[in-house]
């Protein structure tokens, strides 16, 4: 992998496993892990290098707001980016993005483009 590529982890219900989505991310520079708890994603940041983690706040079986909470404390994973998405764009899932110190959150539905064009920045 280039240099440039971003290591991402996808905390979600909704894996992304198709051939096709992971080659689109692949084209766009990003090698997406797929994982459905914070167990599985702690034990790949753990292990390599990770520069970042998105999380679906709709996905009833985590709350992200908290796992991300507990991330930007830990010191050794404070400095990892945490993105939180969900479909509901209503004032009260940004604000709990913000308060649970998330670096930005992303309304679902978005073209693969224009979310990989936002992380890079």
Excluded: W
Excluded at 11 to 19: E, L, P, V, Y
Excluded at 31 to 43: E, I, L, N
Excluded at 86 to 97: H, L, T, Y
């Amino acid at each position: 992998m280039s240099a440039q590529t971003i290591k991402m982890i996808s905390i979600d219900s909704n894996m992304i496993t198709t051939d096709l989505d992971r080659a689109g991310y692949r084209k766009m520079g990003v090698d997406v892990r797929c994982v459905t708890t914070y167990d599985q994603a702690a034990k790949i940041i753990g292990s390599e290098p990770i520069d970042l983690l998105v999380i679906n706040m709709d996905y009833d079986k985590v709350n992200a707001p908290l796992i991300c909470k507990h991330v930007k404390k830990d010191p050794k994973t404070k400095q990892l980016p945490v993105v939180l998405t969900s479909v509901q764009g209503i004032p009260q899932k940004r604000k709990e993005a913000t308060e649970a110190g998330a670096d930005l959150f992303i309304v679902q539905p978005v073209p693969r483009q224009h979310f990989i064009e936002k992380l890079k920045q």
